[in-house]
């Protein structure tokens, strides 16, 4: 047996060095953690921040936008003569070579607003400032647009005149041959629908009554007669969650999703060429510069008791909107009733009487308006932030926000 005296003694110098290494690696990670952490915490601050400051920004563009909105209604009174002759030559052989007495400024149209005008206006020595210094390292931009370029389907549920111009206007667009593939059925075990039926939907779920309505065209008496049959039937029946119609008028855009027949399909080729924000007696704007609303406004000026054939070929559509653009110059600009009527019967097109009998009091259609959807973007680094309102401008000074979305 041997002696415990003379066993070799272990060296403590081995123990220290793992414990140093331990030590250190275990430093690392913690060093590493914490930097993680600082660098996460970094990073959301500063996110909170551009969130923050493209938000702000964002309202920043939509106020600047009110107020350029309240100029326009100033501008609105001052017409220009023979804008078009001053502004250079135009092809005026089309349809007996009109062109326009009067043309008016659309200020929300012609201007770029964002925050590079903001600063233009501001500083106006920023122009001559360096390239580098001029760039703002946040910024918004704004789009503005008219609300009564669009079809309001609260007039389904006017008088009987708004509402029967109402319906016309609806059913020309929304009945389009072009457009019967959306009504039908996505399954075999769904039942077709029309236009007329959408239209009848649209009326029930906004009237006062719990009643079916009827689509009247034989163009004597009510737009819509009132059935026998329950209107909530689909509502109360068919779909889960039960609800029942509103019985009052659209609220936003979104709400339509809620009428019987109304789907994606529907509301991807109309959403942008509907609205439900402008007053009840707001009559579609003239100066629009959706072809298809456009064509909606020249058929609306035709003569329904003279129909003409050629508003039936399309390329005869499309060369008469073309030679309306081209009398309204720019985009920029806009025409009146008149010198819209005007170049209708240059075309040899008859034009309803209701209309030019008194271009400033008629119902059908208009040249300028008061409702305006505003969209704002605010960036600031990499974030973000768009805001979307709807002004109308007959309302307070700066007009009254009717609607309001942030994304």
């Known amino acids: 047996m041997k002696n415990p005296r003379h066993q070799k003694k272990i060296s403590p110098r081995g123990v220290a060095l793992v414990i140093v290494l331990v030590g250190t690696a ?13 660098s996460v915490e970094l990073s959301l601050a500063t996110n909170q921040r551009d969130e923050l400051k493209a938000h702000y920004l964002a309202r920043s563009g939509i106020q600047f936008s009110r ?7 100033q501008i609105e009174q001052i017409k220009i003569p023979n804008l078009s002759e001053l502004l250079g030559p135009t092809n005026t052989s089309q349809f007996g070579g ?9 200020l929300w149209s012609l201007a770029k607003i964002d925050c590079y005008l903001t600063h233009m206006l501001w500083e106006p020595t920023l122009g001559m400032e360096l ?59 769904s039942t077709p629908i029309t236009s007329t039926e959408i239209i009848q939907n649209l009326r029930d779920w906004i009237d006062e009554n719990t009643s079916t309505s ?41 709400e339509l999703y809620m009428v019987h027949g109304i789907d994606d399909r529907f509301m991807t080729l109309f959403r942008d060429r509907l609205t439900v924000f402008p007053d009840i007696n707001s009559r579609l704007n003239i100066n629009t510069n959706d072809p298809v609303l456009l064509e909606l406004a020249i058929r609306s000026a035709a003569d329904p008791l003279k129909p003409d054939a050629r508003l039936q070929d399309p ?15 720019l985009s920029g600009f806009a025409l009146s009733i008149d010198d819209f009527v005007g170049l209708l019967q240059a075309a040899e097109i008859a034009t309803n009487s ?48 009717v609607y309001y979305r942030e994304e």
Do not use: W
């Open 214 to 254: 009827t689509l009247n065209l034989s163009g004597q008496g009510a737009p819509f007669l009132d059935g026998f049959a329950d209107e909530n039937f689909y509502y109360a029946s068919k779909y889960v969650p039960h609800y029942h119609a509103k019985n009052a008028r659209f609220d936003s855009l979104d």
């Open 26 to 38: 275990l430093l690392t990670v913690l060093i590493q953690a914490m930097a993680y952490r600082s």
């Open 131 to 189: 390239p580098s210094q001029t760039l703002p390292s946040s910024c918004f931009e704004v789009k503005i647009s008219d609300e009564e370029e669009r079809l309001n389907l609260n007039q389904l549920d006017a008088t009987d005149l708004k509402t029967t111009i109402a319906v016309a206007q609806l059913l020309a667009l929304i009945g389009d041959k072009k457009y019967r593939f959306i009504y039908e059925p996505m399954d075999s075990g």
């Open 354 to 401: 209701a209309i030019t009998a008194n271009t400033k009091n008629q119902r059908y259609l208009g040249d300028t308006s008061s409702t305006f959807r505003i969209q704002a973007m605010g960036t600031s680094g990499k974030i973000k932030r768009t805001l979307t309102t709807v002004v109308r401008m007959d309302k307070e000074p700066l007009g009254q926000i």
């Open 98 to 106: 009109y062109m326009p007495k009067n043309l008016s400024i659309q």
């Open 315 to 329: 390329f005869f559509i499309e060369t008469l909107i073309s030679y309306i653009r081209q009398m309204k110059v």
């Open 67 to 73: 107020l350029m909105l309240v100029l326009q209604k």
